[in-house]
Structure formats: C-alpha cells, structure tokens
C-alpha cells in the first residue's frame, strides 16, 4: 500500500511540474513599432490629437510561430510603452506637460492602454508610458487596429517631431487547447 502512494505522489509531483512547464511554452512577447507625427507649432495648454494608420497586427502568423493560434488565447497585456524620437535628432520631451494613448480596432470601443501625466521636465528623447492592466486580446487579435494619441504641450515647437511608438504584449495562450 505505502509503495502505491509513493508511486501515486511521484506520478502527481511529474505531471504538476510538466504543466508548469508546458504552460511557460504558452507565454510569448509581440512587439509592434508604429510611428506618428506631432507638427509644430501645436497649440499649448490644449489636447492635441495624432493617430496612427491602422496596424495590421500580424498576430495569426505571430500566434502560429509560437505554436497556437487566436482561438487558444487566454488574454494579451500591454507590458511596456516607449516612446523614442527620431527626428530632429535634438528633440526631447520637454514640449508635452501630458500624454495618453488609445487603442480600437473594428467592434471594439476604443479604450486608454498608456499615459504619463506629467512628463518629467529636461526629459531626454526616449519615454516610458505606463500601462494598463487590462486584457487586450480582442484588439491585438483583430486583424488590424488603431492607436489615437492624445497630448498636451506647455511649450511650442518648431519642428515636427517624429516618435516611434514601441509596444510590448504578453501573451498567454491555453495550453494544448485545455
């Protein structure tokens, strides 16, 4: 009888450690790079409007590379945003008092996914947002979507600023589809 439960624990003990194991198989990183425009000489101390074309998410093939597909998705958070200037190559954050990004995508009603509500004076020219928490599956599943920005200045620029922004999902799918 001790033999049976000894044996019975160490096939318990296998199989606990094995979904452990088959489920951080489940777990992957999507990065996408979107860029958008703030023009000069943008109004102070108002919210100013960019957008973003729609993003072809890719995410069918980015799902199939990692050995599942949408159907299998448990949920999908935004993990990290960054914001990185790349024209003037002088240009800095010290123009933006506050930021927010949007996501929507078609059925779905466009929700806040990143902000900063005061941007740090003498900022530098790389930014990093905070993020929500929420489940974005329906909007990176989706076969495109659209990123609004909403910013507000305290100072004028004279150049249009061009600002990559750098997004970081994590994905967690259902393991073997259980």
Known sequence: MRTIKLIASAVLIILFFSCDALDELTKFEINYTEEIVIESATVIDLP????TPEVTSNSESTFESNNTNKDLIESIELTAMELDITAPETGDFDFLNSIKIYISAENEEEVIIA?????????????????????LKNY???DTYTLRVETVTDELITEDHNIDVNSTFFVDAKILGL
């Open 140 to 142: 990176i599943k989706s």
């Open 115 to 135: 902000w900063l509500d005061q941007v740090p004076e003498n900022s530098e020219n790389v930014l990093d947002l905070e993020t929500t928490s929420d489940d």
């Open 48 to 51: 100013f409007n960019a957008g």
